[in-house]
């Protein structure tokens, strides 16, 4: 079946240090998603990605799709203590069933 | 606004027991409906979606079902729990004018014990 996997599982920063998470699909995607999860708390959208090679930027954070459609980046400029958390990307093959990456937890040193 | 609701937020059960959580959305007509598990430190498995009323589509094998008896309720059950069974459970809906986001509900975090 369909697996999405996110490297690094885990990322130490010292504040003010970029951070940047990667994900892999096994399947060609039709949209991606990204969501960050606090500690204790849920999933919440950041952004979604539709087309071949797309970037978007949400003030420090810069989000890339692939050109195959298969992979997408989350890179954090200049970390803050409020970016704790883990990032996880989501992505459909064109159904309503959305498969999550593993996630990528950041802890941020001040 | 749109708003979902699950309980309860936190459930000890024990092994063999049954199960029952519940998800309601609110301010919305028609939306997809989803229940994701996450182990402790892990990430989000999908278990089962909605597309409609009385429509279950099943991702894993195993000891849990869902129904879909209104628009806007989502129910996950069990019969007997398993130690396997614990986690934080999720429910999240798709739908309305933006239809693309997942909008999560603040959980249930079930130990079996």
């Known amino acids: 079946g369909q697996q999405v996997m996110q490297i690094p599982q885990y990322q130490h920063v010292q504040e003010g240090e970029d951070f940047t998470t990667y994900c892999n699909s096994s399947?060609?995607?039709?949209?991606i998603q990204w969501y960050k999860q606090r500690p204790g708390g849920h999933p919440v959208f950041l952004i979604q990605l539709v087309k071949s090679g797309e970037v978007k930027k949400q003030k420090r954070l810069t989000f890339q799709f692939g050109e195959a459609k298969k992979n997408s980046s989350l890179h954090i400029t200049a970390t803050q203590t409020t970016d704790v958390g883990t990032y996880f990307c989501?992505?459909?093959?064109?159904?309503?069933?959305?498969?999550f990456g593993t996630g990528t937890r950041l802890k941020v040193l001040a | 606004s749109q708003t979902i609701h699950q309980w309860p937020a936190t459930l000890v059960q024990p092994v063999g027991s049954p199960l029952s959580l519940e998800c309601t959305v609110e301010?919305?007509?028609?939306?997809?409906l989803y229940w994701y598990r996450q182990a402790a430190g892990r990430g989000l498995q999908l278990l089962f979606y909605s597309v409609g009323i009385g429509q279950i589509s099943s991702e894993v094998p195993q000891n849990l079902s869902a129904s879909r008896p209104q628009d806007r309720q989502f129910i996950l059950s069990s019969k007997k729990l398993l130690l396997s069974d614990s986690g934080f459970y999720l429910c999240?809906?798709?739908?309305?004018?933006?239809?693309?986001?997942?909008?999560f509900g603040p959980g249930t975090r079930l130990t079996v014990l």
């Open positions: 989501a992505g459909t093959s064109g159904t309503y069933k959305y498969i």
């Open positions: 999240a809906w798709i739908g309305g004018v933006s239809y693309n986001e997942q909008f």
């Open positions: 301010g919305t007509s028609n939306p997809n």
């Open positions: 399947t060609t995607l039709s949209n």
